[in-house]
């Protein structure tokens, strides 16, 4: 059994730090620095960070993984092996030398499809059929690196970006906890990507949840799962901000961003076919059925939807 220094920081990372505290010489935790959050911008810990601090495991925050602090601390540790997940830095080739046998990388998506930030959301965007996750030697290049083990999963018809993170972060720390073994026992021989095959999930920005009307039913309905809980899906009316929280698309003709009733249910015309939300929320109102959101708003049937 070697020595693991584990970096990760996000709920998905918090399986794969049980799975490795369960079974592994876990010898440190790296994880982001405390960052506020809620209404008061008190300072909170990350999830790694609260899982790592229960039981006992020593942690570093640095605000640079590059920093001298940091990559002394590393090599204090001594690990056979740095594993990691959603840590949220790039790690230069400075800490990539530290451990005897490498880093290793849990990412969300069957690579070489999807290297990047959001391959979560990239993998419901683009109508893929399945997903899964990929335990990989990590390189100086962006989850280039060879590949020791994948496993997928098929992606449910109402997938969203909530749904898939939460199955692909357990299904991540199943494959590490039988993968990792097998790699420092040398009974793993590591498989090259093929970059001609590869496609990317560049970090996503708030502003890319504005739907645009003109897209088909189908895309926005992709658009809205895959970007449910962040950064969520928005349009306009009347000037507000209109959340488009959860719904589904449909057959119907409708000019594109007119809200129009149809077969007893309120829709949104598409470039082709129809999107039938079922959760709105007006800027800085409560979340409501698309039911109780039209008694309080009558006007809402046959307005013009967008900026």
Known sequence: MGKIVFMGTPDFAAPCLTALMKSQDLVGVVTQPDRPAGRNKRLRESPVKRLARSAGVPIIQPRRIREEAAIQALRAWDADL??????????PQSVLNIPKQGTINVHASLLPRWRGAAPIQAAILSGDRESGVTI????????????LAKRSLPLAIDETGQSLHDKL?????ELLGEALPRYLNGDIEPQAQDDSLASYAPQLKKGEGEIDWTCSASAIDRL???????P????YWKGAQLRILAGRSGEGVAEAGRVVLSGGSLAIGAGQGLYFP????????RRLPVSDFLNGYREFAGARLGA
């Open 224 to 230: 809205v799962r895959a970007f449910t809980p962040w």
């Open 136 to 147: 990989m030697l990590v390189d100086a290049g962006l989850d280039t690196g060879p590949t």
């Open 278 to 285: 079922t959760t709105l929320q007006l800027a800085g109102k």
């Open 169 to 173: 972060s357990l299904l991540g720390a």
């Open 232 to 235: 969520g899906t928005y349009t």
């Open 82 to 91: 740095h594993v990691v997940a959603a840590y949220g830095q790039i790690l």
